[in-house]
């Protein structure tokens, strides 16, 4: 398919030549005939492409174009319709190059795709394809290179820029037993890391199919503009009408059409969304659909899943309360002493605990886990159970806690326990408060934990309504419940149990996208870093895209009109009104534009 550049260029080479038949022979027929059959010919190509998009339900402007240049040619003002179609494809063109700059941050990441990987084989370095690594490979990375597979530092400690995945400039250190995620960068360091996920699961690699989903559907709103066609077709033609039967003119028609832009209704929309997608991508947050934007830009409810996305989702030592005459230290040193060598989350929990207060841990022997229930070992000669309740005490001698908890019981005496809480982010309540001011209106919580946890938790940053308790299909009949006035609602979480309710949201949004591809997928929108400020960023953004895209459509028609009503008294010559259309153009471009900047303070 010939691209707009290419017919911009041909018609440049045509205008030329009739220019040179014109004033350069002095062959004014020769003229034009040339512009005459370059528009006919333009014309016809554009009628058939209408008729095609009447037949899809597209009730666009193109017929105003079409009749404008139809009706300079009939008047004999050849030159003007030659404008026209130059102004009409050099704005086709401009709008690609708008559309390309728009794009320009989310082209960065395609480009950038991991190809080429380091795999560390019997102490030998060899060059493969990214593809071709399996989980449990080693691959080593060089200081510079790109991280191309999710993965574990087994080796080496060095700085990491993950920026192009979370937006945060500042590099994060990376050392034994942390995560590295495809597409950072590695500073200064030599790395070396056990592969965790394939290619095709990494972390860039589903970030890269999400940008490329994000381009494939124009928004609601520019759909809407469409719907503009045919009330500002009739206008046009009523006044043009009018002024033509007023001044028994037919060139007053022609004069009147050829402003009659329709760049405020195709293009200024469009530009403003996907300017908008392209600023998101550059705050971190991956917004699938333009359609996607004026949702978010209208939320009136959003419901926030619990664990992992209020609070961080470790559940953190909270308190170490000890009976009797044992003192929370020593506690907490047989505790963790028995805990050190366990993979569960709740042990190493512990063992970190006891670490940060530097307390020193045993050697314990005779180790034995029972998966779900505790551990138990020999320590100075003494048999520590450490776990549930019912674990270490089958008689129910010990009162249970009222909070999530690990009971200690040394050679048959109960030592206490250990209490955990999950922590909520510190950033929370700016963000509930941020909602709340950019106008949603309704807020709650939906979540599979404990009423007394959730209610806890709500009330720390001023949610009201809560529903704890839930399986994934209660959350998603909770939303599917709100009102009409609630509406578009928006659902936040990032676990795979959230999937579901993401996918009924009018907005489903992920956080974080690490370790939770089916919640990805889900959303309409995947917050890169775990940083709950990106939800209310996202919004902010929307908001400000929708915006500019309504100024943008309605600055060009109100121009438009003012033009058209200027041009039916018969002061503008006809040429000159060609002319003029492409300043409407260009103004509904570079407003449309705005939207990839900053001009409101995000969090």
Request: charged content about 20%; hydrophobic content about 45%; some cysteine.
């Given at each position: 398919?010939?691209s707009?550049?290419?017919k911009?260029l041909?018609?440049?080479?045509?205008a030329?030549?009739?220019?040179?038949?014109?004033w350069?022979?002095?062959?004014?027929l020769w003229a034009?005939?040339?512009n005459s059959v370059?528009g006919?010919?333009?014309?016809?190509?554009?009628?058939?492409d209408m008729?095609?998009?009447?037949?899809?339900?597209?009730?666009g402007?193109?017929?105003?174009a079409?009749?404008a240049i139809v009706?300079?040619?009939?008047?004999?003002e050849?030159w003007?319709?030659?404008v026209?179609?130059l102004?009409?494809?050099?704005?086709?063109s401009l709008?690609d190059y708008a559309?390309?700059?728009?794009?320009?941050?989310?082209?960065?990441?395609?480009?950038?795709?991991?190809r080429i990987?380091?795999?560390?084989?019997d102490?030998?370095?060899?060059a493969v394809?990214?593809?071709?690594?399996?989980?449990?490979?080693?691959?080593?990375?060089k200081?510079?290179?790109?991280?191309?597979?999710?993965?574990?530092v087994?080796?080496?400690?060095?700085?990491v820029?993950?920026?192009?995945?979370?937006?945060?400039?500042?590099?994060?250190?990376?050392?034994c037993?942390?995560?590295?995620?495809?597409?950072?960068?590695?500073?200064?360091g030599?790395?070396?890391?056990?592969?965790?996920?394939?290619?095709?699961?990494?972390?860039?690699q589903?970030?890269?199919a999400l940008?490329?989903?994000?381009?494939?559907q124009?928004a609601h709103?520019?759909?809407?503009?469409?719907?503009y066609?045919?009330p500002?077709?009739?206008?046009?033609?009523?006044i043009?009408g009018?002024?033509?039967?007023?001044a028994?003119?037919?060139?007053?028609?022609?004069?009147?059409?050829v402003?009659?832009s329709?760049?405020?209704?195709?293009?200024?929309?469009?530009?403003?969304?996907v300017s908008?997608?392209?600023?998101?991508?550059?705050?971190?947050?991956v917004?699938?659909?333009g359609?996607?934007v004026?949702?978010?830009?209208?939320?009136r409810?959003?419901a926030?899943?619990?664990?992992?996305?209020l609070?961080?989702?470790?559940?953190?030592?909270?308190a170490?309360?000890?009976?009797g005459e044992i003192?929370?230290?020593?506690?907490?040193?047989?505790?963790?002493?028995?805990?050190?060598?366990?993979?569960h989350?709740?042990?190493?929990?512990?063992?970190q605990?006891?670490?940060?207060?530097s307390?020193?841990?045993?050697?314990?022997?005779?180790?034995?886990?029972?998966?779900a229930?505790?551990?138990?070992a020999?320590?100075?000669q003494?048999?520590?159970?450490?776990?549930?309740?019912?674990?270490?005490d089958p008689?129910?001698?010990?009162t249970a806690?009222?909070?999530?908890?690990?009971y200690?019981v040394?050679?048959?005496?109960y030592?206490?326990?250990?209490?955990?809480?999950d922590?909520?982010?510190?950033?929370?309540?700016?963000?509930?408060?941020k909602?709340?001011?950019?106008?949603?209106?309704t807020?709650?919580m939906l979540t599979?934990?404990q009423?007394?946890i959730?209610?806890?938790?709500?009330?720390k940053?001023?949610?009201?309504?809560?529903?704890?308790?839930?399986l994934?299909?209660?959350?998603?009949m909770?939303?599917?419940?709100?009102?009409?006035q609630?509406?578009?609602?928006m659902?936040?979480?990032?676990?795979?149990n959230?999937?579901?309710v993401?996918?009924?949201a009018?907005?489903?949004?992920a956080?974080?996208a690490?370790?939770?591809?089916?919640?990805?997928?889900?959303?309409d929108?995947?917050i890169?870093?775990d940083?709950?400020?990106?939800?209310a960023?996202?919004?902010?953004?929307?908001?400000?895209t929708?915006?500019?895209?309504?100024?943008?459509?309605?600055?060009?028609i109100?121009?438009?009109?003012i033009?058209?009503?200027?041009?039916?008294t018969?002061?503008?010559?006809?040429?000159?009104g060609?002319?003029l259309?492409?300043?409407?153009?260009?103004v509904?471009?570079?407003?449309g534009l705005?939207?990839?900047?900053?001009f409101?303070?995000?969090?």
């Amino acid at each position: 398919m010939t691209s707009n550049r290419q017919k911009l260029l041909v018609l440049c080479g045509i205008a030329v030549l009739a220019a040179v038949c014109q004033w350069g022979l002095q062959v004014p027929l020769w003229a034009q005939i040339i512009n005459s059959v370059a528009g006919g010919w333009m014309a016809l190509v554009m009628f058939i492409d209408m008729l095609k998009k009447l037949r899809a339900g597209d009730y666009g402007v193109d017929l105003l174009a079409i009749t404008a240049i139809v009706a300079t040619l009939a008047v004999g003002e050849y030159w003007a319709a030659m404008v026209i179609l130059l102004m009409l494809i050099g704005g086709d063109s401009l709008e690609d190059y708008a559309n390309q700059r728009a794009h320009s941050e989310l082209s960065t990441l395609l480009d950038n795709t991991p190809r080429i990987a380091n795999r560390l084989i019997d102490g030998k370095v060899m060059a493969v394809d990214v593809n071709e690594l399996k989980v449990g490979d080693q691959v080593v990375i060089k200081p510079g290179e790109q991280v191309p597979v999710d993965g574990i530092v087994v080796e080496g400690i060095s700085s990491v820029d993950e920026s192009m995945l979370t937006g945060e400039s500042l590099p994060v250190n990376k050392s034994c037993g942390e995560e590295l995620l495809s597409g950072s960068v590695n500073g200064d360091g030599r790395l070396v890391m056990k592969v965790q996920r394939c290619a095709a699961d990494s972390q860039y690699q589903q970030l890269v199919a999400l940008i490329e989903q994000s381009d494939q559907q124009p928004a609601h709103f520019v759909r809407l503009a469409d719907r503009y066609a045919l009330p500002f077709t009739l206008i046009s033609y009523l006044i043009a009408g009018i002024a033509w039967w007023v001044a028994k003119d037919p060139i007053r028609f022609a004069q009147v059409l050829v402003v009659a832009s329709p760049c405020p209704l195709i293009l200024a929309a469009p530009v403003a969304f996907v300017s908008g997608m392209s600023r998101s991508s550059t705050n971190g947050i991956v917004v699938k659909t333009g359609d996607v934007v004026e949702k978010l830009a209208t939320i009136r409810s959003a419901a926030f899943d619990k664990t992992g996305t209020l609070t961080h989702g470790n559940l953190m030592v909270s308190a170490v309360v000890p009976h009797g005459e044992i003192t929370a230290k020593r506690l907490l040193q047989i505790t963790a002493s028995v805990e050190q060598d366990s993979n569960h989350v709740l042990a190493q929990s512990v063992v970190q605990a006891a670490r940060q207060q530097s307390i020193s841990l045993l050697q314990p022997t005779a180790m034995h886990e029972t998966t779900a229930q505790g551990i138990e070992a020999m320590i100075d000669q003494q048999k520590v159970k450490v776990g549930r309740r019912t674990f270490v005490d089958p008689d129910n001698q010990i009162t249970a806690a009222d909070v999530t908890a690990i009971y200690v019981v040394v050679d048959g005496h109960y030592w206490g326990r250990i209490e955990f809480q999950d922590q909520l982010r510190s950033e929370t309540p700016r963000v509930i408060n941020k909602l709340r001011d950019c106008g949603v209106q309704t807020i709650m919580m939906l979540t599979g934990d404990q009423e007394q946890i959730a209610q806890r938790i709500a009330a720390k940053i001023g949610i009201t309504q809560v529903f704890a308790g839930l399986l994934p299909e209660q959350k998603v009949m909770h939303l599917q419940q709100l009102p009409d006035q609630e509406r578009p609602s928006m659902m936040v979480g990032d676990g795979v149990n959230d999937a579901p309710v993401l996918k009924v949201a009018d907005v489903g949004v992920a956080m974080g996208a690490r370790g939770s591809t089916a919640a990805s997928e889900s959303a309409d929108v995947v917050i890169l870093a775990d940083d709950l400020r990106k939800v209310a960023n996202a919004i902010v953004i929307a908001q400000d895209t929708l915006r500019i895209a309504k100024h943008a459509v309605w600055i060009g028609i109100a121009v438009c009109v003012i033009l058209m009503l200027i041009c039916s008294t018969g002061v503008v010559p006809t040429i000159v009104g060609a002319f003029l259309q492409e300043v409407v153009d260009t103004v509904c471009i570079l407003w449309g534009l705005r939207a990839r900047h900053d001009f409101k303070n995000l969090m």
